[in-house]
């Protein structure tokens, strides 16, 4: 009789706690809702009231910001969420772990950080990156003021390349592969190469924990996302499926934005404790169907990319942390101009390499060797125009090259009584041909880098870093004659090797509870190669002049304890300024950015609101226009209804502001409001 009424009253309680977490999650999905609608109201008086004083000065601008971000604060204490949090520490690239000993380390991504699109609008949060180009799934980016091949694209230490020259960005990666970003600041060749000149961004892919499928729903172009993940041999070998698509979205007036694609991925990754082979990767993706985001009109010109398709493998081995990587992608371009003529452009490449690293020591210092072949062989472009009547006009070859590139580097490290000192240098050879004209390029460049971190106190650091950087023009540059969206454009095999010369220094802050840095730099560049217009629709690559670009980058995060939650402030923000020798405005120069996001954690689930600011920028610029001044409001709710099953809800661009995407000139204007439902069930 005892074991009877023991099992009825635990029974009694299951049920009784099931009803209670039920009745949990009504009350705080309901209260999400209320707060939502509560904080869309007081923005938009807020920005009312300010749009009506009409000022133009920054202190204006920036008061603006404070006072639409302090409702934030309050409003979230009527959410429960969590105090458990799990943080995950990532593991930092090899080129990164001497830079790391001297230079602030920029946090990328977080719980703040959401897109349904491109990697461009999950990493622009960070203070050193902004938007650049044109918008869409081939959304590029800009770190620092420097963009398009003057940065360099990595995916697991994998250097990824394009002929495009707006730049790679890596848009053959679904955000729900990423697993963390690490950026590489200021003149980075001897970490990166010759393409990080301006810097770089290494992509760290996730790896499945537990077996799982994932769901989402976006409201504002259809989006539909669906991801399938598991795991095989012992839990050593992790595999994802994901399938994406979204029809064309619309901006804060209801106009329509090309932004629609379709994409398929697959990725699959064995990790291994003993064995020769240490690690093995890879990543299958293919889109169709790409629509280019752009200002033009569609009845003078318009872009789609049929198809985007990519493989990338890689091997880690244990003799001397060997990698054996090899990337194939293959690009189609049309360019449909009404009444005249349409363009089609096939872009193949494969390209494939080696690396080695190691590490030693040698009395107090840390020494770090790496060596490597890059190749880039059968990097090809084929162009065939048709007449409006759909006659051929003409069909030909525009780009047959190849590269390769030798380096070795070495970087070192010591850690004195009162700071740090690091440093670097590497030497690299790179060979370039065309297999059309027989042209051939050879150049050997060498670059460095020294840094020293100094401890003022317990709390207080100053590090000042100096680099040196090159890039070596590209295959484009030197070799493609064709036709682009924005016009023809003629090669020039004549062109001298970019140089650059970076000087920074920063200052830091670190305390039990907050945490934050700010930094001053400034990087000369010589020989700085543009594509200018030399005729109505004829363009052409030069070494134009020399070029100063400076600016100052901040971060910070406090975290406190607040009504039984544990509560993260992050800011963040950039000024830009650059120029030529004679004090003209240069491109890619960002306007000032700053952002600022409070995060809530409780038992249940977490939420954010983060408020980002763009100033206005009145300076012209080859290819650019000014833009008017914006603050975007987005929101974020994860919540945890049962140990296998989590619902979530991000809203972008609360506010629904009408804004254009960047200083480009032929930007378009960004996504409206748009609402993002995600469920995610484990196994």
């Not at 993706?285 to 033009?296: G, L, Q």
Request: net charge negative; hydrophobic share 40%; glycine share 6%.
């Amino acid at each position: 009789m005892f074991a009877i009424d023991v099992s009825v009253n635990i029974k009694l309680m299951q049920k009784k706690r099931d009803e209670m977490q039920v009745s949990h999650v009504r009350l705080e999905v309901v209260t999400f809702i209320t707060f939502l609608c509560k904080l869309a109201a007081i923005v938009k008086r807020a920005m009312e009231r300010m749009n009506a004083l009409k000022a133009q000065c920054i202190v204006v601008m920036d008061l603006r910001f404070l006072l639409i971000s302090l409702p934030c604060l309050p409003l979230f204490a009527s959410a429960k969420m969590v105090e458990e949090r799990i943080e995950v520490i990532e593991q930092i690239p090899p080129y990164q772990r001497s830079l790391s000993k001297v230079l602030p380390q920029q946090k990328v991504l977080d719980e703040t950080r959401f897109s349904a699109d491109g990697l461009a609008t999950l990493l622009q949060q960070s203070p050193l990156v902004s938007l650049n180009g044109q918008g869409g799934l081939f959304q590029t980016i800009n770190i620092r003021g420097f963009a398009r091949w003057r940065i360099q694209m990595l995916v697991e230490g994998v250097p990824i390349y394009t002929e495009r020259r707006a730049g790679t960005s890596v848009e053959f990666v679904p955000p729900s592969f990423v697993e963390q970003a690490h950026i590489t600041q200021g003149a980075a060749s001897t970490q990166l190469g010759s393409g990080a000149i301006g810097g770089g961004i290494d992509l760290s892919l996730a790896f499945a924990n537990q077996p799982a499928i994932e769901y989402r729903q976006g409201y504002l172009a259809d989006y539909r996302e669906v991801q399938v993940e598991g795991l095989a041999d012992n839990h050593n070998m992790s595999w994802m499926l994901n399938h994406r698509h979204a029809n064309n979205s619309r901006d804060g007036d209801g106009g329509t934005i090309l932004d629609g694609f379709e994409q398929h991925n697959m990725l699959i990754r064995h990790r291994a404790d003993s064995g020769h082979v240490r690690e093995s990767l890879l990543l299958y993706s293919s889109a169709n169907n790409i629509a280019k985001a752009s200002a033009d009109e569609v009845t003078k010109r318009s872009t789609i990319y049929p198809s985007n398709d990519h493989i990338l493998a890689k091997l880690q081995l244990d003799w001397l942390n060997m990698s054996v990587y090899l990337h194939d992608s293959k690009l189609q371009t049309v360019v449909k101009r009404p009444t005249k003529r349409v363009n089609m452009v096939a872009n193949d490449s494969l390209d494939m390499g080696v690396q080695l690293n190691e590490e030693f020591r040698h009395h107090d210092y840390l020494f770090n060797w790496r060596a490597g072949i890059d190749a880039r062989t059968g990097v090809k472009a084929s162009e065939r125009e048709t007449a409006h009547a759909s006659d051929l006009t003409f069909e030909q070859l525009v780009l047959d090259a190849q590269q390769f590139e030798a380096y070795l580097a070495t970087e070192f490290s010591n850690e004195l009584r009162y700071g740090s000192l690091a440093g670097g240098v590497r030497m690299a050879q790179q060979r370039q041909r065309d297999t059309r004209s027989k042209h051939t390029s050879q150049d050997t460049n060498l670059s460095a880098f020294i840094g020293y971190i100094h401890q003022l106190n317990d709390h207080w650091q100053w590090a000042g870093y100096l680099s040196q950087a090159y890039r070596v023009p590209s295959l484009t540059e030197r070799y493609f004659h064709g036709s682009t969206p924005r016009g023809t454009v003629m090669g020039a095999t004549d062109l001298a090797t970019e140089k650059s010369f970076n000087t920074e220094t920063s200052l830091s802050f670190q305390g039990d509870a907050l945490e934050m840095s700010i930094g001053v730099f400034q990087q000369n560049i010589d020989d700085y190669i543009e594509r200018l217009r030399i005729a109505e629709d004829l363009l052409a690559y030069r070494n134009v002049s020399s070029a100063i670009v400076h600016g100052v980058n901040y971060q910070g995060q406090y975290e406190f304890d607040h009504i039984d939650l544990h509560w993260t402030l992050s800011f963040s923000g950039q000024w830009l300024d650059g120029e030529n020798q004679q004090g003209m405005r240069i491109a890619d120069i960002s306007p000032a950015q700053h952002r600022i996001a409070i995060s809530a954690y409780g038992k249940y689930g977490q939420g954010f609101i983060a408020l980002t600011h763009r100033q206005s920028s009145e300076e012209s610029a080859e290819g650019e226009l000014p833009r008017d001044a914006v603050s975007i409001l987005d929101a974020g709710y994860d919540y945890q209804v049962h140990d296998n099953l989590t619902l979530a809800l991000h809203v972008t661009n609360l506010t629904n502001r009408l804004y254009v995407t960047s200083r480009d000139d032929l930007a378009p204007f960004a996504k409206g409001r748009d609402i993002h439902l995600t469920m995610r069930m484990t196994f």
